[in-house]
């Protein structure tokens, strides 16, 4: 199963852009990129995913580099219900397993 | 909307008990997981089904079985708690065995093993 590195935590500033970074090395041709997040005390939620282009949704954006080794979350504008942990994870082409890491907590400040 | 559903969100049982996890979810998913969550460790997968009576190890299977008779209810099943199986537990599900499908999680059940 692939694997993927992101920062432990992060702090962005209200009502800036947020880049959260990916890294997947190990990543196969046909891995999906998907990101989730984790409000507290709440289960995970979808966010955005990707393959290869680079991909908009009302949430995010997800800037994949061409060579797919790492990838990009952006919110465009930190709100403090961003405050979560942002996690990375490779989706194999079966789709029947969801590997997650320890992911990056987002801390927003006022 | 997709509602995944666990039965309980608070749980103590006591060591040695046989523990049922129920997690039900209402769109026809084909796929369904269940995740342990502990500080530092992030999300660790302890089994998946892709389809009824069908089940596949993930990480973590030991000291767990699950069952899925009906296509909408996955149970973890622990059956012989232990304090090391205390965790927050969660259930998701996925439309289809297909990469670019999300996963749907339900709110997670806090277990303690007194």
């Known amino acids: 199963d692939a694997k993927t590195t992101q920062p432990n935590s992060m702090e962005s500033n209200e009502e800036e852009p947020v880049h959260l970074p990916c890294n997947h090395s190990?990543?196969?041709?046909?891995?999906?990129i998907h990101w989730y997040r984790q409000l507290p005390s709440q289960g995970p939620e979808y966010v955005i995913h990707?393959?290869?282009s680079n991909v908009n949704n009302r949430m995010a954006s997800l800037a994949i580099a061409e060579d797919r080794k790492s990838s990009t979350l952006i919110l465009h504008r930190a709100t403090l219900r961003d405050a979560a942990v942002y996690y990375c994870?490779?989706?194999?082409?079966?789709?029947?397993?969801?590997?997650f890491g320890t992911g990056t907590s987002l801390t927003v400040i006022p | 909307d997709v509602k995944v559903t666990q039965s309980s969100r608070y749980l103590v049982k006591r060591t040695g008990e046989k523990v049922f996890l129920e997690c039900v979810q209402d769109?026809?998913?084909?796929?369904m997981f269940w995740y342990r969550q502990d500080p530092g460790l992030g999300l660790r997968l302890i089994y998946f089904?892709?389809?009824?009576?069908?089940?596949e190890k993930g990480d973590i299977p030991e000291g767990y079985s699950v069952s899925r008779e009906k296509k909408e209810r996955f149970s973890l099943i622990l059956e012989s708690a232990s304090t090391n199986q205390t965790s927050m537990y969660l259930c998701?599900?996925?439309?289809?065995?297909?990469?670019?499908?999300?996963?749907?999680f339900g709110q997670g059940t806090r277990l303690t093993v007194v």
């Open positions: 998701a599900s996925s439309l289809t065995a297909s990469g670019y499908t999300e996963a749907f």
């Open positions: 190990t990543i196969s041709g046909t891995d999906y």
């Open positions: 990707g393959l290869t």
């Open positions: 994870i490779l989706s194999e082409d079966t789709g029947n397993q969801f590997y």
């Open positions: 769109m026809d998913h084909e796929n």
């Open positions: 089904s892709y389809d009824v009576k069908m089940k």
